[in-house]
């Protein structure tokens, strides 16, 4: 961002001097510039623009002649953004009535800026801006520099005018801005307007910002921690129970996921055990102080601690000899780095943390994956145990797949008849304080048009994601949210193509041998931040794709590189019997006894 400081004038004078800044400084604002807006549109607050720009009599015959921007300028305080915009040929133009001098054959421009995005990822600052269109001419050792406003693009706002918002999120603040698109007639020239409606620090309210649970006041956070600790061991003082297993999860208030297979499958083979459960929606919702001391009893006390994500807890607790802390990790496969793989990134762990590190056992879906478990959990390769995923084992289960199939229809009508996309992409953000995921990326007017015909269209979101999807009413016939349906390997099966970015569901999904696509529209960003425990482009089995004109053309052309799938799916998986829930139960609990 550079900053003009000029004396006091209007917003008009204000503009004349920006765009003669240059010419100024070199005496070249005889040239005349010829420049028109052949396509301008907003999604959300995100503008797509495209048209040509060139000065007379200088030509444009290569690309390193030529560079172009749009500047957005805001005179009141003497700032401006600026914008690359893509240099294109004029071939892209040949419907203009009038054909484009040869000469000028760079002179073509496209972009698009998200204005919710414009610097470290905040939206753009409140003010009133006037957008500019600047080229830049290379000549030998020189350049010429012109401005000019974008002229008169009213026939690209509909009603005169476009309004959006604009959302930020992170660990202390959450940020609502109003964004307005208007023509400007003493500029002649895109207006845009930023205005911050809502600010505040939800970390000041809130211990889980999602859920709006009160923040635990220090004697809660001491029972949680030191207490917690104190009991567990006080409770060595009583035997181990070899036939007693406890499930736990603060992440659901309701046994689900890989506890729940176990556990069913346990009750399957009549085994005469002794379950004991603590389960909360998260791990920001209370404990009692009788809970509290309860589960410490249970885990001093079980012969097994069965868990399927991180629960810190347990990360502080010196697992009591004769007992074991198994994890049941709630994802397949090994994609996007976790735990202590990311040590000394934004968001990985601190070295001195104990999470994870104390776990006797962990189930994997693939001996090829041992490693990256190890890694991340920061534990003796011998501990973990490529057993298979139970809850994977209903994509094995023909009763139980017709018989979702056919709850699903019934409880949801709409999907009878019609192809269903999945679209389940990871959140973005650093953890539960700031996890959001930015629609402004999809072109919900675009995917309708092209796509309503044969498919449905749902939104499958992280739970932890705070922001919700918004669907235009005209457009509700064809996009639904069932981001509150939680097991989403229900989902799945009455899913026709799944369209991913990070997210381990992909895993899971390949063993149903149908197409998935990875709306990876930052994956760039992304790969250098994050990272992957495999290369992103050749490890994924399907098509990529980086925005929603990609999208519609791949989903049309039924382009999603199937052949991917298989040697994917057996990479893996060592298991596709629909047992692993069987042989954790046969090889993990039985087996203690």
């Known amino acids: 961002m550079k900053t003009v400081t000029t004396e006091k004038r209007n917003t008009r004078d204000y503009i004349d001097l920006l765009m003669k800044e240059k010419d100024r400084q070199d005496d070249k604002n005889w040239y005349s510039v010829e420049h028109n807006v052949l396509d301008l549109r907003f999604n959300g607050p995100t503008l797509t623009l495209e048209g040509y720009c060139y000065i007379n009599d200088i030509p444009i015959l290569k690309c390193f002649d030529v560079k172009k921007r749009l500047v957005l300028f805001d005179s009141k305080q003497k700032k401006y953004w600026k914008f690359i915009l893509e240099d294109i040929t004029v071939d892209n133009f040949l419907s203009l009535e009038e054909a484009i001098d040869p000469q000028y054959r760079w002179a073509g421009y496209k972009g698009t800026i998200d204005l919710s995005n414009v610097e470290n990822n905040m939206p753009l ?13 290379f000549q030998k050792n020189d350049k010429l520099v012109k401005r000019v406003p974008l002229g008169d693009i009213r026939r690209y706002l509909k009603d005169g005018f476009y309004t959006s918002k604009m959302e930020h999120y992170s660990a202390n603040s959450q940020l609502l801005y109003n964004v307005m698109a208007r023509y400007d007639l003493n500029t002649k020239s895109l207006q845009i307007e930023s205005h911050k409606v809502k600010s505040i620090n939800p970390s ?77 929606e998260n791990s920001f919702v209370k404990k009692s ?29 010196r697992i009591r000899k004769n007992t074991d802390l198994i994890q049941l990790w709630h994802g397949a496969g090994a994609f996007k780095k976790f735990g202590y793989s990311r040590m000394g990134q934004p968001g990985g762990p601190k070295i001195t943390s104990k999470d994870h590190r104390n776990y006797t056992k962990a189930i994997v879906s693939s001996k090829n994956i041992t490693p990256q478990y190890a890694e991340g959990f920061d534990i003796d390769e011998e501990k973990i145990i490529p057993l298979g995923i139970p809850r994977t084992d209903i994509f094995f289960d023909e009763e139980y797949k017709e018989s979702k199939r056919k709850e699903l229809y019934e409880a949801y009508p709409f999907l009878k008849g019609k192809k269903v996309i999945l679209f389940a992409p990871t959140f973005r953000g650093k953890g539960r304080k700031e996890a959001h995921y930015p629609f402004e990326n999809l072109d919900f007017e675009k995917l309708y048009k092209n796509l309503k015909d044969e498919y449905v269209f749902l939104f499958k979101l992280h739970f932890i994601v705070l922001n919700k999807v918004t669907i235009p009413y005209k457009y509700a016939d064809f996009f639904y949210d069932f ?111």
Do not use: W
Request: glycine share 4%.
């Open 483 to 593: 981001t509150s349906y939680r097991e989403v390997n229900d989902l799945l099966l009455i899913t026709d193509l799944l369209i991913t970015d990070y997210s381990s569901i992909c895993f899971e999904f390949s063993l149903l041998d149908k197409p998935i696509l990875f709306y990876a529209y930052d994956v760039e960003n992304y790969i250098s931040k994050r990272g992957f425990y495999f290369e992103y482009q050749s490890f994924i089995p399907g098509s990529l794709v980086k925005n929603t004109d990609q999208m519609v053309a791949k989903i049309i052309k039924n382009d999603f590189q199937k052949e991917k799938i298989k040697p994917f799916r057996d990479y893996f998986f060592d298991y596709q019997d629909g047992k692993a829930s069987e042989r954790v139960v046969n090889h993990l609990i039985k087996g203690m006894e």
């Open 289 to 317: 102080i009788l809970e509290i001391i309860r589960l410490a009893y249970d885990a001093a006390t079980s012969k097994a601690t069965l868990l399927e994500e991180n629960y810190p807890m347990f990360s502080q607790l």
């Open 204 to 280: 000041e309210l809130y211990g889980d910002i999602k859920n709006k649970t009160e923040k635990p006041n220090a004697f809660y956070r001491l029972m949680r921690t030191k207490g917690f600790m104190f009991f567990y061991y006080l409770f060595h003082l009583f035997p181990v129970n070899k036939r007693k297993v406890l499930f736990a999860s603060d992440s659901r208030d309701e046994v689900g996921g890989n506890l729940k297979f176990v556990y069913d499958e346990m009750k399957k083979q009549n085994l005469d055990y002794e379950y004991r459960f603590m389960f909360k």
């Open 125 to 137: 600052k409140e003010g009133n801006y006037v957008a500019l269109l600047e080229i830049v001419i």
